[in-house]
C-alpha cells in the first residue's frame, strides 16, 4: 500500500540549504512556492508562504521547505525543535485508506493538506516509528508538475 518517495526537512535557508546538498552530494534541485492562493494546510493561519525545494540525486528525493511567513506545522517545528528532519513521505494509491489505516494503529493526525494540481496529503505522528509519516497521493506526475510550476536551482556562488 506504500511506497517510499521522499525525506522532508524544515530549513531556515532554502538556498543555503541546496547549494550545501549540491556541492556535498550532487543533487539537483527544483524550487517553487506554497501559499493559501494554491494550496490548503489545516491548523495553518489564513495566510502563509512556504519556499520549497525538491531535490534528487538517483532514485532518492528530498523535500526542503523554509516557512516564510504564517503559522503552519514547519513554522511551528522550525520555532521549537529548529531545521532539521520533519517526515518521511510514502506514496499510497488510496490516500483515505492510507489514513485509515494509520488511524487504526494509533498514529496521531496532525495535518491533512493539498498542493492544487499536485498531493493531497496528511502528516501523522507514529511513536512506534518514532516519526511523522506522510501519505501521500500524487494528482499528476511529480516531473511534469515541476517543469510547469517550478524553476530550476543552480548553485549561486559564495
Do not use: W
Not at 547549494?19 to 493559501?36: K, L, P, T, W
Not at 505522528?125 to 499528476?140: F, M
Request: negative net charge; aromatic residues 10%; glycine residues 8%.
Amino acid at each position: 500500500m506504500f511506497t517510499p518517495h521522499h525525506t522532508g526537512i524544515v530549513v531556515s535557508d532554502l538556498e543555503t540549504t541546496m547549494n550545501a546538498y549540491i556541492e556535498n552530494f550532487g543533487y539537483s534541485f527544483y524550487q517553487f512556492e506554497v501559499n493559501e492562493a494554491n494550496a490548503s494546510l489545516s491548523g495553518s493561519s489564513p495566510s502563509f508562504l512556504l519556499r520549497f525545494g525538491m531535490g534528487q540525486l538517483g532514485l532518492n528525493l528530498i523535500e526542503l521547505i523554509q516557512p516564510v511567513s504564517g503559522t503552519t506545522l514547519y513554522s511551528q517545528h522550525l520555532a521549537q525543535k529548529g531545521p532539521g528532519l520533519h517526515h518521511l513521505g510514502f506514496s499510497a494509491l488510496d490516500v483515505a485508506a492510507a489514513r485509515k489505516q494509520l488511524a487504526a494503529r494509533g498514529c496521531n493526525c496532525l495535518q491533512n493538506g493539498r498542493i492544487n494540481g499536485l498531493v493531497d496529503f496528511s502528516y501523522y505522528e507514529s511513536a512506534e516509528l518514532a516519526c511523522i509519516v506522510e501519505p501521500l497521493q500524487l494528482s499528476c506526475d511529480l516531473a511534469g508538475f515541476l517543469l510547469k510550476n517550478a524553476r530550476p536551482y543552480t548553485r549561486k556562488s559564495v
